[in-house]
Every structure is written in structure tokens, then in C-alpha cells.
């Protein structure tokens, strides 16, 4: 059995002025981990295939690229639902279990 899973990275920024906190943003990121290493290769392929480009910065937490153009996904788009879209209806997985808490999905394949 095969596993796939989705982490989601929070990051908070918090903005101060004067020792007030002015605003605090958070960003999420995503990365895709899999139990087996040819399939992030076939990943990161079908994503170049649809003119995208998947990077993971480790010292940052946080992909970059550029998102693959999917005819399914036309406005809002998000990684996680890229990797979701791969893992069900490229790769052949199925949901198996989320991570607490919001933390992820994992996803296993025969």
C-alpha cells in the first residue's frame, strides 16, 4: 500500500508599530509527501505537462511555482486543491484520513 499526504504549513506575521500590533496576517502553504518517491517525480511531471511548476522552499515551509492550468480550476485555486485533484483523479488514491488538528489529509492507493 501506498500513502500520499497533504501538510498544510500556517504562517503568521504579525505587524507591530510602537509596540501596538497593527495587523497579523496568515499565509498556508502546502506540500505534497508521498510513501513512494517515483510518484512526486509523476507528480511534479503532470504538473509541468498543464505548463506549472511545483517547488518546495524547506528552509521556508512553503511551495512556490506556478499553479498548472487545469480546465476544471478557473478562479479561485489553491494548491491543496491541485494536489487533491491529482490524488483522486490522476494518480488513482483514495482519501484515507485527515491530520488534526487541520494539519492535512492522507491518502493511500493498492
Not at 497533504?6 to 509527501?33: G, Q
Request: with cysteine; charged share 30%; aromatic share 18%.
Amino acid at each position: 500500500m501506498y500513502t500520499a499526504k497533504i501538510i498544510r504549513h500556517r504562517h503568521k506575521f504579525h505587524h507591530y508599530m510602537n509596540d501596538d500590533l497593527k495587523e497579523v496576517k496568515e499565509e498556508t502553504h502546502f506540500k505534497i509527501v508521498f510513501s513512494e518517491p517515483a510518484e512526486f517525480d509523476r507528480f511534479r511531471e503532470w504538473i509541468k505537462q498543464h505548463e506549472g511548476e511545483y517547488n518546495y522552499n524547506k528552509e521556508e515551509s512553503r511551495q512556490e511555482g506556478k499553479f498548472p492550468k487545469v480546465p476544471m480550476f478557473h478562479d479561485e485555486i489553491c494548491w491543496c486543491d491541485i494536489m487533491t485533484y491529482y490524488l483522486l483523479h490522476v494518480a488513482g488514491y483514495n482519501f484515507h484520513s485527515t491530520i488534526h488538528p487541520y494539519k492535512g489529509e492522507v491518502y493511500v492507493k493498492n
